[in-house]
């Protein structure tokens, strides 16, 4: 685990990212198809995670084509071994902000989806990067933005902002940046990448199974990190927990997942 990973690596914590790349898988495939991938292309998967782009890429790809999918973490890269059935992917150990990954060769299409508000020094990783781009490749680079007021609840609800709080409190803490999403672009260009950025933010229907337990969720995999650091103590945690979960019941609420960007550097 990358030290100080505020998300960790529990089975709760693998199961909340394969819930929440269901709701952001379309947009990952649109930006791909935009990024124009191909059946043959080699491509790479930096922070892969449960490995469901990983996945994607490689059912895109098919068997004349390679995936890779990286992590810093053997327990996700474990995991991702095994569910994966395709016979064009593998999985690889990389710390992205102190990479090794120069002797891999060259990938068609660079892709990275809720990495970037975990590293310290995104240039450097963005460098390392562009390294593994083929000329004619494109970089994809996906990550929220978690501005105040940007995981709007109506109506309102104080622990949906609590929990925002919290979660930028987490993340700066480990030196990461909770308003990496804005930055995505910035990043890309300072590379000389021609460079597009779209920005959505999907709405949380509460009521509605599987998306509206992504709150009290996220809140479970935080719950380590933010007991260590004292940022609620037990009482305070499970009331916010018990309110958020009472929230995704709710027939008429409905909570947006903070700003989505999406960007694509060409070489
Ligand atoms: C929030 S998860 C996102 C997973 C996946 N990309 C997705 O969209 O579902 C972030 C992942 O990045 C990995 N990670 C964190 N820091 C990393 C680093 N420095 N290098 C490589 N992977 C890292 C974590 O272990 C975790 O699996």
Known sequence: MAPGYVLGNLVKEIKRLEMQAGLFGPLSREALVKADIKKGMRCIDIGCGSGSVTRMMSDIVGRSGRV??????????????????QSNVE??????????????????????????????????????????LKRGGAMVLQELDHSVGSWLCYPDDKNVEALRKVYVALLKKSGGDPLAGRKLYKLLVEESLNTSVDCYSPCLLMGHEPYSSLGWRIMES???QIMRLGLLNTRQYAEMHRNLKQLAKSRVAYVT?????SAIGRT
């Open 68 to 85: 890779v999918g990286v992590d810093i973490d053997e327990k996700y890269l474990e995991y991702c071994r095994s569910v994966s059935t």
């Open 91 to 132: 999985f690889v150990r990389d710390n992205i902000s102190n990479s090794n990954l120069d002797s891999i060769g060259s990938f068609d299409i660079v892709f990275s989806r809720f990495l970037f508000v975990h590293l310290r020094d995104k240039s450097k990783a963005v460098r390392s990067m562009k390294r593994l």
């Open 222 to 224: 935080l719950r380590p």
């Open 257 to 261: 997942y903070a700003r989505f960007f």
